[in-house]
């Protein structure tokens, strides 16, 4: 892999966490006791470990069950998978002179982990969707 191949798919990695956790902010955002904007407001700045408190917080206060365990623990690998491409990636790994990733192991790694946040990114969208449409008044 070119260490502009890795670079695209690098990004597009970031984008799928970017949207994680604009998902998860979104189905707060529907789910706490303010309006919508309000809701957005509240975790616009906070990262993805507060927002997954706080949604977590509001399903026990009012006995809902809006994510899955199972997801839950998905965001949380996700989260720690998420600081590692952030913050260590380029100073962790090893790559050849010319740039390009050296090892095959750390190709793989990239590439499983972007198919991992696409899938949990889409599983929150629908989460987020469909919430959100049953909050839709009826008119």
């Given at each position: 892999m070119t260490l502009e191949k890795f670079r695209l798919i690098h990004s597009e990695l970031i984008e799928h966490y970017q949207f994680i956790e604009h998902n998860l902010e979104g189905i707060y955002a529907v789910i706490c006791k303010k309006d919508f904007i309000s809701?957005?407001?509240d975790v616009e700045k906070s990262n993805i470990g507060r927002i997954e408190h706080e949604i977590k917080k509001i399903e026990k206060e009012e006995n809902l069950s809006i994510i899955p365990?199972?997801?839950?623990?998905?965001?949380?690998?996700?989260?720690?998978?998420?600081?590692?491409?952030c913050h260590n990636c380029y100073v962790d790994m090893t790559f050849k002179t010319?740039?390009?990733?050296?090892?095959?192991?750390?190709?793989?790694?990239?590439?499983?982990?972007?198919?991992?946040?696409e899938e949990l990114r889409k599983i929150l969208f629908e989460i987020k969707s469909k919430i959100l449409h049953n909050k839709r008044p009826i008119i």
């Open positions: 809701g957005l407001e365990q199972k997801i839950y623990e998905q965001i949380e690998i996700a989260m720690e998978r998420r600081n590692f491409w010319n740039g390009d990733p050296k090892k095959q192991e750390d190709i793989n790694r990239l590439i499983s982990d972007m198919r991992e946040a």
